[in-house]
């Protein structure tokens, strides 16, 4: 059974990915290709629904249909592969997505979460080998941001409140 780290738990996970094996009553994620080949299959789905993104995918061609989804999960392939992270802002703040919000992939590594998280990011399918001790650790690392984004006040807003 996959595990995550979510909103600093670990925990099983609540979904299975298509294809997967599984509990029936659980969770399914499916890509977003196949998604968007034949969204009405998913309408009467009776059990939480998840979207994978791939690197390729445009968050906003999703955005009509994150009412009906639960989670998105967003693909780090390796740690270098910054897409994925204007994906997840994307989903977050203009689409205004309040579901769960992950990060998969062999690029979810604990000295990234810090920054995943700034994103909006609120769960991680951690890489293999990574700590679940580290991860939690990383995303408390710091207290203070220069750029604006989570709920952190940013070091300049900090220094000239009147500019921010």
């Given amino acids: 059974m996959r595990h995550i780290l979510r909103r600093r ?3 099983a996970d609540d979904f299975r ?3 997967e ?3 029936a009553d659980s969770g399914l994620i499916v890509p977003f290709a196949e998604w ?3 969204p009405g299959q998913w309408q009467d789905f009776p059990h939480p629904l998840g979207v994978r ?3 390729t995918d445009h968050p906003e061609e999703l955005a009509q249909y994150l009412p009906r989804l639960s989670l998105v999960a967003v693909e780090f392939p390796s740690a270098g592969e910054g897409r994925g992270y204007t994906q997840g802002r994307l989903v977050r703040e203009r689409y205004g ?3 769960e919000l992950r990060a998969v992939g062999a690029g979810v590594k604990q000295d990234l979460l810090f920054l995943l998280a700034r994103c909006g990011f609120d769960s991680f399918e951690l890489a293999p080998g990574e700590s679940v001790e580290a991860a939690r650790a990383a995303l408390t690392r710091y207290d203070v941001a220069y750029q604006p984004g989570d709920e952190r006040v940013s070091l300049r807003a900090q220094r000239f409140p009147s500019a921010a």
């Fill in 9 to 11: 738990e670990w925990r």
């Fill in 17 to 19: 990915y298509a294809g």
């Fill in 21 to 23: 094996s599984g509990a």
């Fill in 36 to 38: 968007r080949s034949a």
């Fill in 53 to 55: 993104l791939a690197l």
């Fill in 97 to 99: 997505f309040t579901g």
